[in-house]
């Protein structure tokens, strides 16, 4: 049985930094795509960044990029997003996402950026920014 499980959300300034973490397990956590999505309320869910765990590339949406960071602690099978200079306009319930992987396909996991791509979800975790 799969299971996520955020953690790290709360109520930070803006220029603030929160770091939200996804304990995973279940599944073949050495090779899996895993993304971070957020959705404000009203809007679609979102992808923000994403890993594939087998050998460590990422991605990010372009309004992070500079702002986030991505990464992960095999031992622990978790995958963290650092949030550094947070805005307002990121004010939104944050989800990890996971999609079992082949093996050697990093570039096929970086490519899934939609919320229909992963079928793995985890309850979400609140980030609230104020101005």
């Known amino acids: 049985q799969v299971q996520l499980v955020e953690s790290g959300g709360g109520s930070v300034q803006a220029g603030g930094s929160l770091r939200l973490s996804c304990a995973t397990s279940g599944y073949t956590y050495s090779s899996a795509c895993m993304g971070w999505f957020r959705q404000a309320p009203g809007k679609e869910r979102k992808g923000v960044a994403g890993?594939?765990?087998?050998?460590?590339?990422?991605y990010y949406t372009d309004s992070v990029k500079g702002r986030f960071t991505i990464s992960q602690d095999n031992a622990k099978h978790t995958v963290h997003l650092q949030m550094n200079s947070l805005k307002p306009g990121y004010t939104a319930m944050y989800y990890c996402a996971a999609e079992p992987a082949p093996t050697g396909y990093g570039n096929w996991c970086l490519a899934k950026t939609a919320s229909a791509d992963f079928d793995y979800w985890g309850q979400g975790t609140q980030v609230t920014v104020s101005s």
């Open positions: 890993i594939y765990t087998g050998g460590g590339s990422t």
